[in-house]
């Protein structure tokens, strides 16, 4: 029986399979001793690297160089019959299987597609895995004469989300705040060798200098889902951070986050469907008011924003376009602590008295559990809801988190002082999955837009700088950086409904500094982020979307 399988295997790989037999043979003294488990025989003899970051169900094999064995479907032996082929049980003859297990694996081996290593004489590669504010930043500054760009992420544009809020109600269009990544780095449609992708990374092996992705799903490729590689020179790691839920059950299910424009469409879609189902006959007075509503958790910038700006679509549009419900809608906004906790004192107490007087009720409390139609707070207190939006900050994605590289405090990838990633080569990291190591004596900065483009900027200055010398994979060991990032905060601003925003231009929560509020900081909010929209195509359509919103009011149609 041994010998119609090893026949068949000899065939396939007679190398291979002597090798096998000769290594058992003397582990076990004789041909049939001494069993190993397919892991073991698959890791003896590689090398081990030092970093080989990949996912959490191919842990087992990360520290080898069969990084991808872990998608191989394990030998289903009994199929063997149906081809003919008679096979010897595994309890009897142990090393017989294990000959067929490594045949079979090595003649389907499924090394990833994709792009290879570059050449003596081409240009470097660089991989940026994102598209938000950090990677779009380093993006726009890239010379192309110098590098090759490939950019991956699973979306293909670039979101301003200082205003995401407004597109929620109709203020703005969708497309104002969305900016393809095509427009912000040409080359990536232009350039021969640069490319964007449409994909998710899933693991990173930075000691081949390869990341291994994984397209959108539904894509109607081959093998679904569909994964290739790229090898890179420099490796620009800007995968951005997740909502945080603090582990609360319920939150996933039921609540809407407000990061991404497909989030927006889905808080407008719910908001105007219920507007408009609370209206038909025989819907209860208990059912209507909870229909109506709306519930923000989350006393941030993007909370307070957002429920200004369904106060301001409350008392200007539903009260003239929805006269039978008008009398029902409500917002609540529920934090822990206070409003705005990094503004200054004077600012918050405006912004409680401006959002109370705009009809928008301040509940203090802790989320304890959430329900598909009341939440539950820690004191016992139940608040039913139609819309709840989750806005209690962010934190390290689950893909930072499986990566196995240095981690600073808050769980980010951690960086130096250049944003480098300290133990491997080639990898840089910035925006909110990045944060300064404890050994640099920095503190993690927040997770804001204007720290990530300030990373971004920095990065890609040095990155233009060293490119003639030290561009190519492994060759920046000894090149001197430049001065160490800094970072110097330039103030915040939000907007709080009826024309009247807070800016406070202090450098630090406990340094002085100008701060202001009123319609006057509402025109400076508006016109900083006007000048600060990407493209002037957006500029252009931001600005005749709020004419279009002063002179006839905000859209109400409900499409999809």
Excluded at 27 to 36: M, N, P
Excluded at 43 to 67: I, M, Q, V
Excluded at 80 to 103: C, D, K, L, M
Excluded at 509 to 521: L, P, R
Aim: hydrophobic share 35%; aromatic share 10%; charged share 25%.
């Amino acid at each position: 029986m041994i010998l119609e399988i090893t026949q068949l295997c000899l065939k396939k790989n007679p190398k291979r399979i002597a090798r096998t037999a000769r290594s058992s043979c003397r582990r076990s003294g004789g041909a049939f001793g001494g069993h190993k488990s397919e892991k073991d025989m698959f890791s003896e003899g590689a090398s081990t690297r030092k970093y080989c970051s990949l996912p959490s169900h191919e842990r087992d094999t990360r520290n080898s160089n069969f990084s991808y064995l872990s998608s191989i479907p394990k030998v289903n032996h009994s199929s063997f019959w149906s081809r003919g082929i008679r096979t010897t049980p595994s309890y009897q003859f142990p090393s017989a299987e294990r000959i067929v297990e490594e045949s079979y694996l090595e003649s389907n081996d499924p090394k990833y597609p994709g792009l290879e290593a570059t050449k003596p004489g081409e240009k470097p590669r660089v991989v940026v895995l994102g598209t938000g504010w950090a990677a779009c930043r380093f993006l726009k500054g890239l010379d192309t004469k110098i590098y090759d760009v490939v950019c991956i992420s699973p979306r293909n544009h670039m979101v301003f989300t200082p205003l995401l809020a407004s597109t929620c109600v109709g203020t703005l269009e969708f497309r104002s705040v969305a900016e393809p990544v095509s427009r912000i780095q040409s080359a990536l449609a232009t350039n021969p060798n640069s490319y964007f992708y449409l994909a998710s990374c899933f693991g990173i092996d930075t000691n081949k200098h390869e990341v291994y992705c994984e397209t959108v799903s539904n894509s109607g490729l081959p093998n679904e889902p569909y994964r290739f590689k790229v090898a890179y020179d420099k490796l620009v790691i800007a995968a951005g951070s997740e909502p945080l839920t603090f582990g609360i059950k319920g939150v996933t299910e039921n609540a809407f986050f407000l990061r991404e424009v497909n989030h927006a469409q889905e808080i407008r879609k719910k908001l105007l469907l219920n507007l408009m189902l609370s209206d038909n006959p025989g819907i209860s007075e208990e059912e209507r008011k909870r229909l109506l509503h709306c519930v923000v958790i989350g006393g941030g910038p993007t909370g307070v924003e957002f429920s200004g700006e369904l106060s301001d679509f409350i008392m200007k549009d539903v009260r003239e376009r929805y006269t039978h419900v008008k009398d029902y809608i409500k917002v609540t906004l529920i934090e822990a602590n206070e409003i705005l906790s990094s503004f200054d004192v004077g600012l918050r107490q405006y912004a409680t008295n401006h959002l109370t007087k705009c009809g928008v009720s301040l509940m203090r409390g802790v989320v304890k559990e959430v329900h598909a139609k009341k939440i539950v707070l820690n004191n016992g207190t139940d608040v039913p809801y139609g819309l709840l939006v989750w806005s209690t900050g962010v934190g390290p994605s689950q893909f930072v988190k499986s990566l196995d590289l240095p981690k600073s405090p808050g769980g980010r990838i951690g960086v130096d002082g250049w944003l480098r990633v300290p133990a491997v080569e080639d990898v840089f990291a910035l925006g909110d999955c990045a944060g300064f190591l404890e050994e640099t004596g920095k503190p993690v900065l927040p997770a804001l837009a204007q720290v990530a483009e300030r990373e971004g900027k920095f990065l890609v200055e040095l990155f233009n700088r060293i490119g003639k010398d030290a561009g190519k994979a492994m060759s920046a060991k000894n090149i001197y950086l430049g001065e160490p990032f800094v970072y110097k905060h330039l103030g915040s601003m939000a907007s709080v409904g009826g024309y009247k925003a807070l800016v406070d231009l202090r450098q630090s929560k406990d340094a002085k500094g100008i701060s202001h509020a009123g319609f006057v900081s509402w025109f400076i909010w508006r016109s900083a982020y006007l000048t600060r929209v990407v493209s002037w195509r957006n500029r252009f359509y931001v600005a005749v979307n709020w004419a279009t919103t002063l002179v006839f009011g905000r859209d109400n149609s409900r499409i999809g």
